[in-house]
C-alpha cells in the first residue's frame, strides 16, 4: 500500500536505532509502583526435590539479551516471558514473537515520541532543562509537552504490539481489567509504570503459550482505551491527534489514538441465501442488497466511504415482523452477499452476531461483551457486519422491571456507539437490529435506528407459490402449473409497488392524521406543508422527535441514492472498487437521482408508520399486563377473605 497524502513514513532507520533502548526496557529496571498494586501470580507447578528452578541454557533468540535470575524489586519481562511455559528450557515460537512483538512496538513507540517531540518544540525545552536555562515562564509548557509526549509514547506502543500480535492469537482469551500505573510525568517513566503492569499480569496469568499471547494483547487493548480516554482532557495534543504515520515493513499505520488492529475476517459457517430465496420482504430486500454494495464502496486509504460523505449510508437499521417471516434468511442474504464481493476484491471482511450468550451475571462483563463486540465490527481494516437479533431479549427497556442489570449495561453500550458524541461513521459497517416484538425495545434505542426494514414475509399469491416451489425442492414431480417462478420477486417492479404503497399510511392512527392535514393544507408539495404534517404527527406521538425526522431524512437521502451499484463493479475490482477516493465519489455523484416530494412522504409515511405500530404494540401490551395484574389482585384478595371465614 503506498502513501497517501496525508501520511508521514517512519523510516526504518528511526525505529531500528531504538532496539537498544527498547531491549534494555525488556531485559530489565526497576519500578516501584506508585497507583496500581501488585497481583497475585499464577501458582508455580510442584517440582521433585533436587530440580533446579533456572533454565539450563540462556536463551537463542537473535537480537535479545537475557539473565537467568531477577532481583525481586526489579521488572524482567524477558525473563517473565521465558518461565511462561515452565520447565522448558527453550525458548518457544510464541514467547520469541512475543519478545520480538514488544521490542518493536517499543522501538515505533520511541521513535514516534521523538517525531512528536522535534515536531512540538518539547526536544529544544528538554536540552534547556538539562543545562537548567529552561524559562519560568515556559515550565507549565514544558510539563504539558512531557504529559502529551507520554500519552502519544503509550498508546503507540501498545497500538503497535496489539496489531503485530493479533496474527498470533488462538481462541484463548484472558481478562486482565484495567490498566491502572498510567504514569504520565515522561515517556520514560510511563513506559516503566506500563511494563511494570504487564510484568505483573503476565505473572498471574500467563502459563502458556496461548494465555501468554493473549495476555499481552489484552492489555495492549486495554490500555488504549484507558490513554485515549485519559487523552481527552490533556492538552497540547492535536499534533499527534491529527497525524499518521506509515510503517511499510508490517503494514502498520498509526492514526492518533486510532486503534490499527490487524485486519482479520471471521469464519463463517452460516448458510448463505440468494436473493431469490428471499421471497417477500421486497422493500428489505432491495436495501439489504444496495447496503450490501454500498459497503463495497469504501475506501481503505481514506478510511471513509463516499455514500458516508455523500448521504444515504445506513450505520444501523432495524428489521422487525411477525415470527417465521424471514429475518434470518435476510441476514444469511446480506451476510453472503458481502461476503462474497469482498472474496473478489481481496478484502477482509468480518460478521458478528451479538446473541443472550453475551449477557453476564458479573457487573460490567456485559457491557465489555457489547463493547467487545462494537469494537470488531467498527474495527476500520475490514468491512463488518454486525447483528443483533431479538435485540428485544438482549437490551433491557430502561423502566422495565425485567430488564436485568447485564441487559440495561447492553443498552447504554449499544446507544453511545449507535448515536454517541463519540460515534464515527466511516462507512466499512453496518449494524442490523432485529426483533419480532420491536415495541419492547427502549424506545431511545429503537430510534437510533436509521432505517426501518419491515420484515412482514409473503405477501401475495405469487409469493406463497413461489415459497412452496422453493421449500418443496426438486425432488418431486408435481407440475407448476400456470405459474412463471419467481417472476413476482423481480426486485425493480416489487419495491416500486411497495414504494408507491406508502403515498398514503397503512396504519389507522396514522391514516387519521394524514386525511386531517391533507384537508387544512392540501396537497403536501412544500416543505412548510411537509413540516405541518411533521408537527402533527408529533401531537399524535410525542415519541416523534427531532431524532425521528433525521432518521427521515437520512432515509430521503438513501432514496436520493436510488440505484445499486453495477454488478459487473462487484465483479471486476478495477472498474470502481480499487479506484481512487475521488473517482468512486465522482462515479457515484454521476448517478445520483433528484429528491422529490413524493420521496418525502412515503419515506414519512414509513418511519410514522413503524412507530405507530410499535406504539399500538406496546399500548396493547402494556394493558394486557395491567389487566393480569388487577386479576392476579382480585384472585388473591378472593383467597384472603375465603383463609379469614
Known amino acids: 500500500m503506498s502513501l497517501t497524502a496525508d501520511q508521514m513514513e517512519l523510516r526504518e532507520e528511526d525505529i531500528a536505532k531504538h532496539y537498544d533502548a527498547a531491549v534494555a526496557l525488556l531485559d530489565g529496571f526497576d519500578h516501584t509502583p506508585r497507583i496500581a498494586k501488585g497481583r497475585e501470580p499464577a501458582a508455580a507447578p510442584e517440582r521433585s526435590p533436587g530440580i533446579a528452578r533456572t533454565r539450563r541454557f540462556r536463551s537463542t533468540t537473535p537480537g535479545l539479551v537475557t539473565r537467568s535470575t531477577a532481583r525481586p524489586e526489579g521488572v524482567h519481562l524477558i525473563a517473565r516471558i521465558e518461565a511462561s511455559d515452565g520447565d522448558d528450557p527453550l525458548v518457544s515460537p510464541a ?9 518493536r512496538a517499543l522501538a515505533i513507540a520511541l521513535a514516534v515520541g521523538e517525531l512528536y517531540a522535534d515536531s512540538s518544540g518539547l526536544s529544544e525545552l528538554k536540552r534547556q532543562n538539562l543545562a537548567g536555562a529552561l524559562p519560568g515562564d515556559r515550565k507549565a509548557e514544558f510539563s504539558e509537552l512531557l504529559t502529551a509526549e507520554a500519552l502519544a509514547v503509550a498508546h503507540v506502543f501498545a497500538n503497535a504490539a496489539a496489531f503485530l500480535l493479533a496474527p498470533h492469537l488462538s481462541e484463548v482469551s484472558v481478562e486482565v481489567g484495567e490498566v491502572e500505573e498510567v504514569l ?41 482505551e484507558k490513554v485515549a480516554l485519559r487523552a481527552q482532557s490533556a492538552g497540547r495534543l492535536e499534533g499527534f491527534a491529527k497525524a499518521s504515520y506509515r510503517v511499510e515493513a508490517d503494514d502498520l499505520t498509526l492514526r492518533g489514538f486510532t486503534p490499527a488492529r490487524k485486519g482479520k475476517g471471521s469464519t463463517l459457517t452460516m448458510t448463505f441465501k440468494k436473493p431469490h430465496e428471499v421471497v417477500g420482504n421486497h422493500i428489505a430486500k432491495y436495501q439489504a442488497l444496495r447496503l450490501s454494495k454500498m459497503l463495497m464502496a469504501y475506501d481503505f486509504d481514506r478510511r471513509l466511504n463516499p455514500f458516508a460523505e455523500l448521504g444515504g449510508f445506513i450505520f444501523t437499521f432495524m428489521g422487525d415482523g411477525k415470527p417465521g417471516t424471514g429475518k434470518t434468511t435476510l441476514i444469511q442474504m446480506m451476510a453472503g452477499l458481502i461476503n462474497e464481493y469482498c ?47 431479538d435485540i428485544d431479549q438482549l437490551a433491557g427497556k430502561r423502566g422495565d422491571r425485567q430488564s436485568s442489570a447485564g441487559q440495561l449495561e447492553i443498552t447504554a453500550v449499544l446507544m453511545e456507539s449507535f448515536a454517541g458524541a463519540n460515534t464515527v461513521v466511516r462507512g466499512n459497517c453496518t449494524f442490523g437490529m432485529f426483533s419480532n416484538y420491536p415495541e419492547n425495545v427502549d424506545d431511545a434505542l429503537r430510534q437510533r435506528a436509521g432505517a426501518r426494514f419491515l420484515v412482514d414475509g409473503p405477501q401475495t399469491r405469487e409469493d406463497y407459490i413461489d ?27 416489487a419495491v416500486a409497488k411497495s414504494f408507491e404503497s406508502h403515498s398514503k399510511p397503512h396504519e389507522p392512527g396514522l391514516l387519521e392524521v394524514f386525511d386531517r392535514v391533507h384537508a387544512s393544507v392540501g396537497e403536501l408539495d412544500t416543505i412548510a406543508k411537509l413540516g405541518t404534517y411533521l408537527k402533527a404527527i408529533q ?24 440505484f445499486e451499484l453495477p454488478d459487473e463493479w462487484m465483479e471486476n475490482p478495477e472498474l470502481f472498487l480499487f479506484r481512487d477516493y475521488a473517482t ?4 457515484i455523484e454521476d448517478l445520483r437521482v433528484p429528491i422529490t416530494t413524493e420521496m418525502v412522504i412515503q419515506e414519512i409515511n414509513r418511519y410514522a408508520d413503524s412507530e405507530f405500530r410499535y406504539a399500538d404494540k406496546s399500548d396493547e401490551a402494556a394493558i394486557a399486563e395491567m389487566v393480569r395484574d388487577f386479576g392476579r389482585q382480585e384472585e388473591a384478595k378472593r383467597r384472603y377473605l375465603e383463609s379469614k371465614s
Open 95 to 103: 514467547q520469541a514473537n512475543v519478545m520480538h512483538g514488544l521490542r
Open 184 to 224: 504520565t510525568e515522561n515517556a520514560q517513566l510511563a513506559l516503566h509504570g506500563l511494563l511494570w503492569e504487564l510484568d505483573q499480569d503476565l505473572a498471574a496469568l500467563a502459563t502458556d503459550d496461548a494465555r501468554l499471547v493473549a495476555t499481552v494483547c489484552a492489555f495492549a487493548e486495554q490500555l488504549m
Open 343 to 389: 472474496g473478489v476484491a481481496g478484502y477482509t471482511f468480518r460478521y458478528q452476531n451479538l446473541s443472550t450468550d453475551n449477557i453476564d451475571s458479573y457487573q460490567g462483563k456485559s457491557g465489555q461483551n457489547a463493547k467487545a463486540f462494537i469494537n470488531s465490527i467498527i474495527d476500520p481494516g475490514v468491512i463488518g457486519f454486525g447483528t443483533i437479533d
Open 467 to 493: 415459497i412452496l416451489a422453493l421449500l418443496m425442492g426438486k425432488k418431486h414431480d408435481i407440475p407448476m402449473g400456470a405459474h412463471e417462478l419467481f417472476s413476482a420477486q423481480e426486485i425493480k417492479r
Open 539 to 562: 401531537e399524535a406521538d410525542e415519541r416523534f422527535t427531532g431524532r425521528a425526522i433525521k432518521n427521515i431524512t437520512d432515509a430521503v437521502k438513501v432514496r436520493a441514492m436510488d
Open 584 to 587: 468512486k465519489t465522482a462515479m
